[in-house]
C-alpha cells in the first residue's frame, strides 16, 4: 500500500513541477528571443535503508527549444535579429559573459549599450559604449556598428565598434536562473565572424501558446489522477484496517 501511495505522492508534486516550467513558457509567450523550457517525466529508484524497492515519479527539464522565434521587422535601428544560429554576448550581473538571443538593443545617458534587461552588450574587447551625442546609429549584417555624431553631415559615419556574435552549438548551452545562457562546460564563447544579424527587427519567443495551454490542461488532468490515487490508496488502507480488526 505505501508502495502505491507514495509513486502517487511524488506523481503529483511532479506535476506541480511541471505546471510551473509550462506556466513560466506562457509567460513569456511576448518575450523577445525567449526559447521555451522541454519538460520530461521518468521514474527514479530511491535510495537508503529500506528504500530499494520504492520507484518514484520526477519530472525534469532535459533543456530548452532553441528553435527560431519569428522575425519581427521594427523599422528601429538600434534593434537586431540573429540570422539563424548564433547568440549576442552580454554581460551577467557577476561580470561572467552570457549569452541571449533578445535583441532590443539601448544605451544610456553614458553611451553603455544595453540589452532590453539593461545587460552591457559585449564588444570583441568588452562591453560597447557609444560616443554621445549620437544622431544616428547604424549595424551592419556582421554586427558592426557605426554612428553618426550629432550635428555632423550625413556622409560622416564611424565605425566604433563591433558585436561579439558566438555560436558554440545549442546542444552546448543551458540556460542560468537569470535567464541567460551560458556555456555547459563554463568559459567565453569565441566569437563567429559567420554569425549574421538583422538589423530593425527583432526575435520573438518560440513559445506556442496554444501547446503550452493544452500541456498544462493536461499537466492539471495529470494531477488531479494523483490526487484521486492518494484517495483510493486511504480508503484501501481504511478497509485493510477493518479486516484486520474482524
Known sequence: ??????IAMSGAKQGMNALAV???NLANANTDGFKADMVQ???MQAFGEGLPTRVFAMMESPGSNFNGGPIQTTGRDLDIAVKGDGWVAVQAADGSEAYTRAGSLKFDSTG????????PVMGNSGPIVLPIPIEKVEISANGII???????TAEVVEEVARIKLV?????NMMRGEDGLFRLIAGGDAPKDPGVE?????????????VQE?????????????????????????KASASLMRI
Not at 553603455?112 to 545587460?119: E, T
Not at 557605426?146 to 555632423?152: I, L, M, N, T, Y
Open 22 to 24: 509550462s506556466a513560466n
Open 112 to 119: 553603455l549599450l544595453l540589452n532590453s534587461s539593461n545587460r
Open 1 to 6: 500500500m505505501d508502495k502505491f501511495l507514495y
Open 197 to 209: 544579424v538583422v538589423s530593425g527587427a527583432v526575435e520573438g519567443s518560440n513559445v506556442n501558446s
Open 167 to 171: 555560436n558554440p552549438g545549442n546542444e
Open 213 to 237: 495551454m493544452v500541456a498544462m490542461i493536461d499537466i492539471q488532468r495529470r494531477y488531479e489522477m494523483q490526487v484521486k490515487m492518494m484517495k483510493n490508496a486511504e480508503e484501501i488502507d
Open 146 to 152: 557605426s554612428v553618426r555624431p550629432q550635428g555632423a
Open 41 to 43: 517525466a521518468r521514474s
